[in-house]
């Protein structure tokens, strides 16, 4: 696997590239020169089919924040018209959801056909590096990547610390090290901690035997997709460096964020010698439900809804496994809603939205609360941490107040496991 | 098996089925990597490509689902008149 | 670029009608309202952007906006989803760019008289989601389905793969409120009726105000049928050894009488080829398979069974091979996000490289298909050989009339382009291959174009032709609605109503 800045692709020409001394010498003729074959791919097609299914388009309806305009402005580059410093403020306008270059037909209809398809996640990380690395920085995402190297966790709430990153399994006696590793992300670790319990404690009934890292650090994703690539790889090394000092094999992650981060940002680090396992867990207690190793008896008497995580449903079609779950555990009634249909759905907390443009973030997950209110439901279930507190804020507006909880957290109560934590 | 391994994401050497044409995975088209030298082909892992193909099927019955409430089947048809 | 200098005491004037959020000047909000997916002269790009973005958000802010253009004499330039096939959206003389993509709500729905009024910045797909739990459709359904807006398929007289059945945009339409180029609100529809169908009161305006692309005034808000959600969906493909077959057999299917027939797609034997490339539809299928019949049918239970089995009848009796269900199905399904892909572009040696799409499209009789077919593809034919950045993805033949399958045909011939490589020479000589391609629709009583629009280079230059003496109506019309010559100018030669 490659470079994380690269788009996959080694183009044979770069014919009809006009350098023009835009940004700092050097970077900016680089980063058109390997990005140019995908933003033609975009811009010669023009198509736009992506524009309705994206979360942020919904609300801020300005063409500057579409997927077209992010592969654009990249030709534009090309030709001289922009430079980075014109550019750097639409790329913050995206959760980086997958689902546009998912809907786009050159991923949906030719992708698997020509190897090659539309890869916007890529490219807007890509191009806030591009800022980053040019001197345009963005203040509250600078300020976010600066704490979270500084106590090698996100500040997720005040005083995140190496000392109190365990703090959420003090009494459970989970061991450090082993073949499996749990990997708790920081909100589960530090803020939502209910998460990071009925995890630990349903996987410990179902026998699955694991164990936590000497040292974690946050996987790195969200610096990289704020731009700050080298330090993400400062805190990936770190933390593969810890798996292989405790002989881990496997790790399973309970945060789809993490488990994008660990799939598809560590590869392009690490190359061909990353060879971890990474299992995430809605897939795990689906097989372990399957096989009979988990049984859930305890009614759940709820009336639910199932938000589709962004990083599993579109990112990596995972939408399967929760379902199977929510229809395993007992007095349950379960309005899904499809996962096609969801690809147009968002709970606005990923890419930095949330850190840089928090009332774009709020909005967005204003909508999915509101289609989730129409279904006439008591508790909207997620199986992303990050999701819940931006969608437990919205929730707690509607009239009755709709309860958001962590799919682990039902398959504990299901499992009649007392798992305590912080739930909020 | 269910989680991710690097080591099995490299899709299998490709075998020609058509004219510009071959297969590497089960009843995936796709195109024969000589036809791909002036746009190069990217490194898709098998669960990329299987998402892909995966999600065009959904995106189709959602499509059929979002104009009408049932779609005929000419095959059925035959088979009852039979 | 600007004929008209944009002073800061105009932007400063359209802050305070809209509030500065919703004024933009940065250079990416204009470079990225320049072009639209057909192809574009991207060396050129600079000579197509406007001078100031507005996103307004209520018609009152639009009719201001126009206000202010007029007293000023500054270029408006609506644009919607900026997803035509023609250049209604592209800027010529730089000038005020509208985008209404704010102004996306569903203002009304009435299920007893069967509309909804909507703003013109909403996608038709995401109003027929929240559609659907009333039992109710919009079905304006062209390949654009899911990206194009209401607005935008008014300014562009929109065609719709569902139009024998249902109707184009300008049937499904039936009501408007439109920002006039002079900037006073008025409302059209048949007679002054927001939910009337049919009147015989004044002159029928609405149909003015449909396909001006953008010249005629802004639409701020429409009134749109609701037809009752299809029970069924048909659709059946078949495979014919040669044209003829498929051409009599298409006619034959279009002439069947059936009333839940919704459509019928001939496909000629360059797009059968062309599909080969990378559609896993039609890979597997035989040699012999040269051309394919598609047909559709919507309605109820009813009516669309008895129809399929009338439709499969005729299929093989005029020589079909009806190719199965999962290519019928899952081919139809693709059908509503049809723009073509850039990777389907092969150079003369076969390589892939992507392309932009051009879809030339004409309104063609069904006697004169055949004959439009092999002379196109000539053209194009030639244009590839001699410049080596073309590629000829063949044609299609669609049921074109509203209601109407009996009728004329949507004939498209769908070139691409290899962008990368445009210059002056390779951009005139494409524009020249439009023209003989148009030439060619004009010669056998066909029009220039059935939905895309002909306001550009290539087409633009023929629509007197086209029209006769009804392009000095035109001319006069335009003189009088916009007598500053504001409203989107440069297009479809309407610059020529201000010649004295």
Not at chain 1, 114 to 126: Q, S
Not at chain 3, 190 to 213: E, N, P, W
Request: aromatic share 8%; with cysteine.
């Amino acid at each position: 696997m490659t470079d994380v800045r690269g788009s996959g692709e080694r183009t044979a020409t770069n014919d009809g590239l006009q350098t023009n001394g835009h940004g700092p010498e050097g970077i900016t003729e680089e980063f058109v020169a390997e990005w140019r074959d995908s933003a033609y791919g975009c811009f010669s097609s023009g198509h736009k089919f992506c524009r309705e299914v994206c979360p942020v388009m919904q609300v801020t309806r300005n063409e500057n924040h579409t997927p077209t305009a992010f592969h654009a402005n990249i030709v534009a580059m090309e030709k001289g018209h922009l430079s980075v410093e014109d550019v750097a403020d639409d790329y913050i306008h995206c959760v980086q959801c997958g689902a546009c270059e998912l809907r786009c037909p050159n991923t949906l209809f030719t992708g698997d056909f020509y190897r090659h398809r539309t890869r916007t996640v890529d490219v807007v990380k890509a191009m806030r590096a591009l800022a980053v690395d040019s001197g345009v920085e963005q203040p509250n995402w600078k300020r976010w990547v600066e704490a979270t190297m500084q106590a090698s966790n996100e500040p997720v709430v005040d005083g995140v610390s190496q000392e109190t990153v365990r703090d959420w399994a003090e009494d459970l006696d989970i061991p450090t090290g082993g073949d499996t590793i749990l990997f708790v992300d920081c909100e589960a670790a530090f803020y939502r901690t209910s998460v990071a319990r009925a995890s630990a404690l349903v996987l410990r009934q179902a026998g699955v035997e694991f164990g936590l890292m000497q040292e974690q650090w946050c996987c790195g994703g969200p610096a990289a997709e704020m731009g700050y690539i080298e330090h993400a790889r400062t805190l990936a090394e770190h933390n593969l460096a810890d798996w292989r000092a405790i002989g881990a094999a496997r790790i399973i992650t309970l945060d789809p964020h993490d488990y994008i981060s660990f799939t598809v940002d560590y590869p392009s680090y690490f190359g061909d010698d990353y060879d971890i396992e990474i299992v995430h867990i809605t897939e795990l207690i689906a097989e372990l439900l399957h096989e009979g190793k988990l049984t859930l008896t305890q009614p759940v008497d709820r009336i639910v809804t199932y938000h589709d995580a962004c990083r599993l449903n579109k990112r990596k079609g995972i939408y399967k496994s929760p379902r199977e779950i929510l229809r395993a555990i007992p007095s349950l009634t379960f309005k899904d809603v499809d996962h096609v249909t969801q690809w147009s759905y968002c709970s606005g907390a990923g890419g930095g939205m949330r850190i840089e443009r928090p009332e774009i973030a709020e909005e967005i997950a204003r909508r999915r609360m509101e289609k989730a209110a129409e279904l006439g439901i008591d508790t909207l279930v997620s199986a992303c941490v990050w999701s819940e507190r931006p969608l437990s804020e919205r929730g707690a507006e509607q009239d009755p107040a709709i309860e958001v909880r962590d799919l682990m957290e039902l398959v504990a109560d299901a499992a009649g496991l007392d798992y305590g934590g912080v739930q909020r | 098996m269910f989680g991710f391994r690097l080591q099995t994401e490299q899709p299998p050497e490709p075998r020609p089925v058509a004219d510009g044409v071959v297969m590497r995975l089960d009843d995936v088209y796709e195109i024969d990597p000589s036809k791909m030298q002036i746009v190069r082909q990217q490194n898709m892992p098998v669960s990329d490509s299987l998402r892909i193909v995966d999600s065009r099927w959904e995106h189709l019955a959602w499509m059929h689902d979002h104009w009408a409430d049932s779609v005929l089947s000419a095959e059925e048809q035959e088979d009852s008149d039979e | 670029m600007s004929v008209v200098a944009l002073s800061d005491s105009v932007a400063d004037e359209l802050r305070s009608i809209l509030g500065s959020d919703y004024v933009l000047t940065n250079k990416s909000s204009l470079y990225n309202r320049a072009r639209v997916p057909a192809p574009f002269p991207v060396h050129r790009w600079n000579e197509h952007i406007a001078d100031i973005v507005v996103l307004p958000e209520t018609a009152e802010q639009v009719s201001e906006i126009v206000k202010l253009a007029n007293t000023h004499k500054i270029p408006v330039v609506p644009r919607a989803g900026g997803t035509g096939l023609a250049d209604g959206a592209v800027p010529m003389t730089g000038g005020i760019l509208v985008d209404i993509k704010r102004m996306n709500k569903i203002l009304d729905i009435d299920l007893v008289d069967r509309t909804v009024t909507v703003q013109p910045g909403i996608n038709m797909l995401k109003l027929n989601e929240e559609l659907r739990r009333y039992g109710v459709i919009y079905p304006d359904d062209p390949a654009s389905y899911p990206c194009s807006l209401v607005g935008g398929r008014i300014g562009t007289g929109g065609w719709s793969l569902i139009g024998a059945r249902y109707g184009h945009t300008r049937d499904l339409v039936i009501s408007m409120q439109v920002c006039l180029p002079t900037g006073e609100l008025i409302e059209v529809g048949d007679g002054g009726g927001r939910k009337i169908r049919k009147s015989s009161t004044g002159f029928q305006l609405k149909q003015l105000f449909m396909g001006h692309q953008g010249s005629l005034g802004i639409t701020t808000e429409a009134t749109l049928e609701l037809v009752s959600r299809p029970e069924a969906e048909f659709a059946a493909f078949f495979g014919y050894p040669d044209y003829e077959t498929a051409y009599s057999s298409t006619g034959a299917l279009a002439k069947s009488g059936l009333a839940s027939l919704a459509g019928v797609v001939l496909f000629d034997e360059w797009k059968v080829d062309y599909l080969r490339r990378d559609d896993e539809a039609y890979i597997p299928q035989p040699p012999e398979l040269r051309c394919v019949v598609a047909v559709a049918a919507y309605g109820s239970l009813a009516e669309t069974k008895p129809a399929s089995q009338v439709i499969m009848a005729i299929g093989k009796e005029t020589g079909g091979n009806y190719l199965g269900d999962e290519v019928s199905q899952g081919d139809w399904a693709a059908r509503h996000d049809r723009y073509a892909t850039p990777l389907h572009g092969r150079t003369p040696e076969g390589q892939v490289v992507p392309m932009s799409w051009h879809c030339e499209d004409a309104a063609i009789t069904y006697s004169a298909l055949p004959m439009v077919r092999e002379e196109w593809h000539a053209i194009a034919k030639r244009y590839i050989d001699d410049y080596g950045v073309f590629d000829d993805w063949g044609m299609f033949a669609y049921t074109n009339g509203a209601h109407k399958p009996w009728a004329d045909y949507l004939v498209e011939i769908d070139i691409g382009i290899w962008e990368q490589r445009l210059d002056d020479t390779v951009w005139d000589a494409w524009v020249q291959c439009k023209r003989e391609i148009t030439e060619v629709s004009l010669k056998y009583g066909g029009s220039i174009t059935a939905c895309h629009g002909s306001t550009r280079e290539g087409d633009a230059e023929f629509v007197p032709r086209e029209m006769g003496g009804g392009f000095d109506v035109m001319k006069k019309i335009k003189r009088v609605l916009d007598p500053n010559n504001i409203m989107n100018p440069g297009k479809n030669r309407l610059d020529e109503a201000y010649e004295d």
